[in-house]
């Protein structure tokens, strides 16, 4: 095995990096004297074996891996699989002698972006290169947003190990459709994501999501798979369950269909209970919930760690909130359980008559812990028809709203993970109401 340091940085740079994976030593230096014609390529490193090949990928990260199928030790299909979830920015371009639509289904579901037959054609080689690397862009780019977030490096994280992370569940809601709640949720998510963290990203509107729609997933399993197993709800069927976004997210998909939601609905305490059960296998779950209040929503809210009341500076919004503030106060809830965030603010200076952040507050009489200005929303478009995260969308990181996004993710870790002993007071408090047990709505008024 052989190989140098990763060089800083894998986007906006002058040369696509490379690694080769091949048992065959002439074939490596076969492939290195075909790239090294071409000016924007550098190979970084090779190895012999797809374990070593997995090694190098994880010390190096670089862009592209050419990866043989037929290896000893570990054939390249597996370790394909292995980089694709460890060293995601790393996109693996499959080579082999043979070719029959067999070799490339699996080599597509193992995660590579592309096949080549050897020998390979030169140019198509070069092309294949290019391409493969300009098509990862956007996942490069959203981890180098994740990379450059200033976050405390000595903040306390929890160790690795299944039932030993810090069990964080945020709920972002609004009683208003069309404020932005699954943009904030699935931006969220993205953003809290960083080296040692689990993050997992839940749809739990249960007759309309969107979050597949706007990462561009598509799942045969869904939550509702988890529902007849919920009092035996194991790891291994949940990770069975949850699908991997390309930038390494993991998301726990909702019904595919309204009416497949009836299940969850007749039994509104299921929900909460998966969440409840698998949330101490991830730090942070972000939860994208409907603006519809009933008791699938309360159950989720009370195993919160934290709710996101998502709003708008506009009237009829800020009334609702008020209505769900009254109603949080009712059910006892401590007020610092719920964050307040305004989305698409005006610039007052500039448009007069816009409700203030200072209005807002005082009439809502709780402060509002961020707010994302207006923007022309064509940025988010962009990205939702990409199936890609807002904060991934630009290179500029400067511009909002993907700064104030990153900003919201750096709000959130500093506040839940800055503090283990209140984050375990405010687990044997969620289990306290557990065992309480959950009224109906009208009986919790």
Same mark, same amino acid.
């Given at each position: ?30 492939? /290195? ?8 390529? /550098? ?63 699996? #080599? ?34 959203? +981890? ?16 690795? $190990? ?17 404020? $932005?709640?699954?943009?904030? #949720? ?11 963290? /689990? ?29 007849? =197993?919920? =009092? ?51 730090? +942070? ?23 996101? @009341? ?8 800020? /009334? ?10 009712? @059910?006892? +809830? =401590? ?19 816009? @409700? ?90």
């Amino acid at each position: 095995m052989s190989g140098r340091p990763p060089q800083q940085g894998n986007t906006g740079k002058d040369q696509i990096t490379i690694m080769l994976v091949d048992d065959i030593p002439e074939a490596r230096e076969n492939i /290195k004297k075909l790239l090294a014609f071409e000016q924007d390529f /550098k190979v970084i490193g090779a190895a012999g074996t797809g374990r070593e090949g997995v090694e190098l990928a994880k010390e190096l990260q670089p862009d592209i891996i050419i990866m043989d199928i037929n290896m000893p030790d570990m054939d390249g299909l597996e370790a394909t699989g292995i980089i694709k979830k460890q060293v995601p920015t790393s996109a693996v371009i499959i080579m082999s002698v043979q070719d029959d639509a067999d070799y490339m289904r699996r #080599a597509m579901l193992a995660g590579a972006r592309d096949f080549l037959r050897k020998p390979v054609n030169m140019d198509e080689l070069y092309n294949t290169i290019r391409t493969v690397y300009r098509n990862t862009e956007d996942i490069r780019r959203q +981890y180098e947003a994740m990379a450059n977030m200033n976050v405390d490096a000595s903040r306390p994280k929890r160790a690795e $190990g299944s039932g030993e992370r810090a069990g964080n569940i945020i709920a972002v809601y609004s009683p208003k459709g069309g404020v $932005g709640v699954t943009t904030i #949720a699935s931006n969220l998510a993205s953003s809290l994501m960083q080296e040692g963290i /689990k993050v997992l990203l839940v749809d739990a509107d249960l007759q309309f999501g969107d979050i597949g729609m706007f990462l561009n997933l598509q799942a045969q399993s869904t939550i509702v798979e988890l529902a007849p =197993d919920v =009092d035996d709800l194991d790891v291994e069927l949940f990770e069975n369950i949850v699908v991997t976004h390309e930038s390494g997210l993991k998301v726990l998909m909702g019904p595919a269909r309204p009416e497949f939601a009836d299940e969850l609905l007749a039994a509104p305490g299921i929900v909460a209970e998966i969440l409840r059960k698998i949330a101490s296998n991830y730090d +942070y779950i972000v939860v994208d919930t409907s603006h519809t209040l009933n008791e699938v929503l309360l159950n989720i809210f009370d195993v919160s760690t934290k709710i996101m @009341l998502v709003g708008t500076p506009t009237l009829p919004t800020i /009334k609702s909130i008020r209505f769900v503030f009254d109603l949080f106060d009712q @059910l006892g +809830y =401590d007020p610092e359980k719920t964050w307040l965030m305004l989305n698409k603010v005006w610039d007052e200076r500039r448009d007069k008559g816009m @409700l203030s952040v200072d209005r807002i507050q005082n009439f809502l009489k709780r402060p509002v812990v961020h707010k994302i200005p207006h923007v022309d929303e064509r940025i988010i478009i962009s990205a939702i028809n990409r199936g890609i995260p807002v904060i991934a969308a630009d290179r500029d990181q400067s511009k909002p709203p993907i700064r104030n996004l990153l900003e919201l993710g750096e709000f959130v870790s500093s506040q839940l993970m800055g503090d283990l002993e209140a984050e375990d007071e405010q687990e044997e408090q969620t289990d306290n109401k557990r065992r309480s047990g959950v009224g109906g709505l009208l009986r919790r008024r």
